[in-house]
Protein backbone atom coordinates (compact mmCIF):
# COMPACT_ATOMS: atom_id res chain seq x y z
CA UNK A 1 0.00 0.00 0.00
CA UNK A 2 1.25 3.32 -1.04
CA UNK A 3 1.07 6.53 0.74
CA UNK A 4 0.58 9.06 -2.07
CA UNK A 5 0.06 12.75 -0.73
CA UNK A 6 -2.92 14.22 -1.67
CA UNK A 7 -1.99 17.56 -3.95
CA UNK A 8 -2.57 20.91 -1.95
CA UNK A 9 -5.30 22.89 -3.24
CA UNK A 10 -4.56 26.59 -3.23
CA UNK A 11 -7.65 28.71 -2.09
CA UNK A 12 -7.82 31.82 -4.64
CA UNK A 13 -9.75 34.61 -3.48
CA UNK A 14 -13.63 34.48 -5.07
CA UNK A 15 -13.77 38.30 -4.89
CA UNK A 16 -17.07 38.14 -2.78
CA UNK A 17 -16.40 40.16 0.10
CA UNK A 18 -14.69 42.84 -2.34
CA UNK A 19 -18.39 43.18 -4.07
CA UNK A 20 -19.44 43.45 -0.47
CA UNK A 21 -17.25 46.31 0.41
CA UNK A 22 -18.16 48.18 -3.05
CA UNK A 23 -21.87 47.69 -2.27
CA UNK A 24 -21.52 48.95 0.97
CA UNK A 25 -19.54 51.61 0.21
CA UNK A 26 -22.16 52.73 -2.37
CA UNK A 27 -25.30 52.53 0.07
CA UNK A 28 -22.69 54.48 2.28
CA UNK A 29 -22.03 57.21 -0.28
CA UNK A 30 -25.49 57.58 -1.47
CA UNK A 31 -26.85 57.77 1.62
CA UNK A 32 -24.38 60.22 2.70
CA UNK A 33 -25.25 62.02 -0.81
CA UNK A 34 -28.86 61.91 0.09
CA UNK A 35 -28.42 63.20 3.60
CA UNK A 36 -26.02 66.49 2.15
CA UNK A 37 -29.17 67.26 -0.03
CA UNK A 38 -31.51 67.02 2.28
CA UNK A 39 -29.85 69.26 4.94
CA UNK A 40 -29.04 72.15 2.43
CA UNK A 41 -32.59 71.99 0.73
CA UNK A 42 -35.36 71.21 3.76
CA UNK A 43 -33.67 71.99 7.05
CA UNK A 44 -37.43 70.72 8.69
CA UNK A 45 -36.13 67.38 8.83
CA UNK A 46 -32.79 68.14 11.24
CA UNK A 47 -32.70 69.21 14.64
CA UNK A 48 -29.69 71.94 14.08
CA UNK A 49 -29.21 72.16 18.18
CA UNK A 50 -28.04 69.33 17.57
CA UNK A 51 -24.70 69.92 15.73
CA UNK A 52 -21.66 70.19 17.85
CA UNK A 53 -20.06 72.86 15.81
CA UNK A 54 -21.10 74.96 12.46
CA UNK A 55 -24.56 75.12 10.66
CA UNK A 56 -26.52 72.30 8.43
CA UNK A 57 -25.40 73.85 5.48
CA UNK A 58 -21.84 73.00 6.11
CA UNK A 59 -22.65 69.55 7.63
CA UNK A 60 -24.82 69.15 4.19
CA UNK A 61 -21.62 70.05 1.69
CA UNK A 62 -19.11 67.76 3.99
CA UNK A 63 -21.85 65.10 3.48
CA UNK A 64 -22.31 65.21 -0.44
CA UNK A 65 -18.54 65.91 -0.75
CA UNK A 66 -17.77 62.48 1.45
CA UNK A 67 -20.60 60.99 -0.35
CA UNK A 68 -19.13 61.34 -3.24
CA UNK A 69 -16.08 59.99 -2.86
CA UNK A 70 -17.17 56.89 -1.07
CA UNK A 71 -18.89 56.19 -4.44
CA UNK A 72 -15.31 56.89 -6.23
CA UNK A 73 -14.32 54.41 -3.54
CA UNK A 74 -17.00 51.85 -4.18
CA UNK A 75 -16.07 51.77 -7.98
CA UNK A 76 -12.22 50.85 -6.90
CA UNK A 77 -13.19 48.42 -4.53
CA UNK A 78 -14.71 46.83 -7.10
CA UNK A 79 -12.31 46.43 -9.03
CA UNK A 80 -10.37 44.86 -6.44
CA UNK A 81 -7.99 47.25 -5.83
CA UNK A 82 -5.72 47.39 -3.01
CA UNK A 83 -5.97 51.21 -3.33
CA UNK A 84 -9.59 50.82 -3.31
CA UNK A 85 -9.27 48.41 -0.16
CA UNK A 86 -7.05 51.38 1.84
CA UNK A 87 -9.36 54.29 0.38
CA UNK A 88 -12.60 52.49 1.22
CA UNK A 89 -11.13 51.92 4.61
CA UNK A 90 -10.40 55.56 4.65
CA UNK A 91 -13.76 56.84 4.29
CA UNK A 92 -15.45 54.90 5.90
CA UNK A 93 -13.13 55.84 9.06
CA UNK A 94 -13.61 59.49 8.60
CA UNK A 95 -17.34 58.60 7.64
CA UNK A 96 -18.05 57.26 10.92
CA UNK A 97 -16.43 60.55 12.44
CA UNK A 98 -18.64 62.41 10.37
CA UNK A 99 -21.87 60.98 11.57
CA UNK A 100 -20.75 60.56 14.99
CA UNK A 101 -20.22 64.37 15.21
CA UNK A 102 -23.50 64.96 13.47
CA UNK A 103 -25.61 62.53 15.35
CA UNK A 104 -27.83 65.39 17.15
CA UNK A 105 -29.43 66.85 13.65
CA UNK A 106 -30.85 63.22 12.88
CA UNK A 107 -29.58 59.92 15.22
CA UNK A 108 -31.45 57.36 13.21
CA UNK A 109 -29.76 58.44 9.91
CA UNK A 110 -26.09 58.58 11.40
CA UNK A 111 -26.38 55.24 13.62
CA UNK A 112 -27.66 53.40 10.28
CA UNK A 113 -24.40 54.82 8.68
CA UNK A 114 -22.73 53.90 11.40
CA UNK A 115 -23.08 50.44 11.50
CA UNK A 116 -22.87 50.13 7.73
CA UNK A 117 -19.36 52.02 8.02
CA UNK A 118 -18.09 49.87 10.23
CA UNK A 119 -19.39 47.02 8.50
CA UNK A 120 -16.96 48.17 5.70
CA UNK A 121 -13.86 48.91 8.08
CA UNK A 122 -14.34 45.25 9.40
CA UNK A 123 -14.37 43.46 5.94
CA UNK A 124 -11.62 45.37 4.41
CA UNK A 125 -9.67 44.85 7.01
CA UNK A 126 -10.40 40.95 7.56
CA UNK A 127 -10.90 39.94 4.30
CA UNK A 128 -7.84 42.11 2.93
CA UNK A 129 -7.01 38.88 1.05
CA UNK A 130 -9.69 39.52 -1.51
CA UNK A 131 -8.28 43.02 -2.70
CA UNK A 132 -4.91 41.08 -4.37
CA UNK A 133 -5.44 40.38 -7.66
Request: proline share 3%.
Amino acid sequence: MSMTPTPVQSREPSGGWAIFVATYMLIAGVLNVVWGIAALSDKSYFYSGGLLWSSLNTWGWVEIIVGGLQLLAAALAAARSVAGAVIAGLLASFGIMLNFLSIGAYPVWSVILLVIQAMIIWAVTVHSEEFVK
